[in-house]
């Protein structure tokens, strides 16, 4: 039987794509949950199915159809390093090789099809703000090209995984009860606070984050002349990004129009209501496999211009949940058993 293996099943993303799996009914004996040198022989407990974690070496000794990669870019590199060995198909949720030209970056509603393979067998799912954006955003811009598009982010701490999660909850129970609290995951206080987004300059202007976002951007949409920007910031949710979203566009637009083509976008759902003023928020999209927008309205200053409410689970549709349906995608193609599982390129 070939097996699933899931690198980094402990973590944030990796417990949710071990869900999704159970959820789908895969078979737990055919699941191979990895995790770092610490956590090996530890047991994990999931719907109520128990697990015993395991060593990054055991992808050699297994015949694997998948292998998701939910463990950070050094243990991406490491898995790519030895690849030549290993012959299933690789989803990677980790960014290092994500601008790769040959390495398909996918969001299966909008580039689903770009994957070949044949030739294609290291698949990425892009960066979480890319995914939840361009989900709402990518069926406009097919009708209506984008001459500027602009985004302000409000970003949970499952953003920067579990142990950041744990923070925001150790630290927020220390404030109510005055003690102090030495945080570690992040340069700033969490509690009762937000900062711009953790991930290192790349520029002198850009966040890594803010990077991906325009990098990752550009290549879905295969519009390298694509005018994006954005300002992240990270706030003390625990789960689900929101993202305010400024598209200024390069032909005359209504909201009729937009209301329209999003009706029939997949993945996302409409929610607002202007009357009691409530739009998303992400305790509402947390654990939601949908991404929620609303709050649609024209700029006062600018005809072509329209903003955006979007909310959505990033551990889910912004991560775990975009690579088990790129993993489903494929395992469609009538090609697909040829080549997961077979001789490694
Ligand atoms: N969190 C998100 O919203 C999000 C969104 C998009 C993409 N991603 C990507 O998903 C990946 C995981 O992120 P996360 O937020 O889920 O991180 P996380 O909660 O910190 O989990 C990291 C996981 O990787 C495992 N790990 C660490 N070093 C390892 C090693 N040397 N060998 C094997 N396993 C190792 C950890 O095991 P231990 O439990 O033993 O430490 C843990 O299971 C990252 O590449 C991230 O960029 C995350």
Request: aromatic share 10%; charged share 25%.
């Amino acid at each position: 039987m070939k097996k699933i293996a899931i690198i980094g099943a402990s973590g944030a993303t990796g417990f949710e794509l071990l869900k999704l799996a159970l959820k789908e009914h895969i078979d737990p004996q055919q699941l191979l949950l990895i995790a770092s040198e610490k956590s090996i022989g530890k047991t994990l407990y999931c719907d109520g199915h128990t697990f015993e974690l395991q060593p990054i070496s055991s992808i050699h000794d297994n015949h694997l159809e998948v292998i998701f990669l939910a463990a950070g870019s050094s243990v991406s590199k490491f898995v790519k390093a030895h690849y030549k060995d290993i012959s299933a198909l690789v989803i990677d949720l980790a960014s290092t090789f994500r601008q790769e030209i040959d390495t398909p970056l996918i969001i299966p509603e909008i580039n689903g099809d770009d994957v070949d393979l044949k030739k294609h067998r290291w698949i990425c799912s892009p960066n979480c703000v890319t995914t939840l954006t361009l989900l709402v955003l990518a069926p406009l811009f097919k009708i209506n090209a984008p001459k500027k598009v602009l985004l302000s982010t409000y970003q949970a701490a499952s953003g920067a995984g579990y142990k950041a999660m744990e923070e925001l909850k150790n630290e927020t129970n220390a404030f109510l009860k005055d003690e102090k609290y030495h945080h570690i995951a992040f340069n700033d206080p969490y509690a009762f606070n937000l900062f711009t987004h953790n991930s290192p300059f790349v520029t002198d202007d850009d966040t890594d984050e803010e990077m991906k976002i325009r990098l990752e951007s550009k290549k879905i949409l295969k519009n390298e002349d694509l005018k994006i920007s954005s300002t992240c910031v990270r706030v003390p949710t625990l789960r689900a990004h929101a993202i305010s979203a400024y598209v200024e566009f390069s032909e005359p637009m209504t909201k009729d129009v937009i209301y329209e083509t999003l009706a029939n976008a997949p993945g996302i759902k409409q929610f607002e209501d202007f009357g009691r003023n409530l739009f998303a928020t992400p305790q509402m999209a947390a654990c939601k496999d949908e991404v929620y927008y609303g709050r649609i309205r024209k700029d006062s200053l600018d005809d072509q211009g329209f903003w955006f409410w979007i909310v959505g689970d990033q551990l889910l549709k912004g991560a775990s949940l975009n690579a088990w349906q790129i993993y489903k995608h494929l395992r469609r193609h009538e090609t697909f058993h040829s080549y997961a599982g077979s001789t490694g390129s």
